[in-house]
């Protein structure tokens, strides 16, 4: 059911900033919101309260957001709290850009090494990157693993790409058990 929700309410924003022609600015206000909504429990909390009535979740949210976001985002909020959808909140952001990711073809790689990549390592990486996928830019996220020995492993959505000293040697050790045990 939430799955269904933020599909909805992430659908119609996306269509709402095609409308007006202003998808690059609802998509950079739905992130920044996105962040205050995941790193801010004590906000979430109380806009899922059931004890805290709606007209207070909504006096609340004017108070927080009146005058640092556009009205149509706090429009957009103002539906989702009259609808008592507020606990998507997150996920309803996380859909929408998430689509508009694929509409504008921007790719997101989580890249995981076994030591920090130099500044030219991480953008031969990228053009690689964009090189072999559909995709025309990049969001790209860099984390260390010293565990992967050396090598480096790419996830992009679904698909990963494990190169990694640690999953070769894991997969050498299988090779030589299944031919001891032969």
Same mark, same amino acid.
């Given at each position: 059911?939430?799955? +269904?929700?933020?599909?909805?309410?992430? /659908?119609?924003?996306?269509?709402?900033?095609?409308?007006?022609? !202003? +998808? /690059?600015?609802?998509?950079?206000?739905?992130?920044?919101? !996105?962040?205050?909504?995941? /790193?801010?429990?004590? +906000?979430?909390?109380?806009?899922?309260?059931?004890?805290?009535?709606?007209?207070?979740?909504?006096?609340?949210?004017?108070?927080?957001?009146?005058?640092?976001?556009? !009205?149509?985002?706090?429009?957009?909020?103002?539906?989702?709290? &009259?609808?008592?959808?507020?606990? &998507?909140?997150?996920?309803?952001?996380?859909?929408?850009?998430?689509?508009?990711?694929?509409?504008?073809?921007?790719?997101?790689?989580?890249?995981?090494?076994?030591?920090?990549?130099?500044?030219?390592?991480?953008?031969?990486?990228?053009?690689?990157?964009?090189?072999?996928?559909?995709?025309?830019?990049?969001?790209?996220?860099?984390?260390? !693993?010293? &565990?992967?020995?050396?090598?480096?492993?790419?996830?992009?959505?679904?698909?990963?790409? /494990?190169?990694?000293?640690?999953?070769? +040697?894991?997969?050498?050790?299988?090779?030589?058990?299944?031919?001891?045990?032969?």
């Amino acid at each position: 059911m939430a799955k +269904l929700i933020a599909k909805v309410y992430g /659908d119609a924003l996306f269509e709402a900033a095609m409308d007006r022609q !202003d +998808l /690059d600015a609802v998509y950079e206000e739905a992130r920044v919101l !996105d962040a205050i909504f995941r /790193d801010n429990q004590e +906000l979430m909390n109380a806009l899922t309260h059931p004890r805290i009535m709606k007209e207070e979740k909504l006096s609340m949210m004017e108070n927080i957001f009146s005058g640092r976001i556009s !009205d149509e985002m706090m429009g957009f909020l103002s539906v989702v709290v &009259e609808k008592g959808r507020q606990k &998507e909140i997150p996920a309803i952001f996380a859909y929408f850009t998430e689509a508009v990711r694929e509409y504008k073809k921007i790719g997101r790689a989580f890249v995981t090494t076994a030591v920090p990549l130099r500044e030219e390592q991480r953008e031969a990486v990228k053009a690689k990157l964009l090189e072999t996928t559909p995709y025309v830019e990049f969001e790209m996220e860099y984390a260390v !693993d010293p &565990e992967l020995i050396g090598g480096m492993t790419i996830r992009i959505g679904d698909r990963v790409v /494990d190169s990694s000293v640690k999953t070769q +040697l894991y997969e050498l050790k299988k090779q030589l058990l299944a031919v001891r045990l032969a």
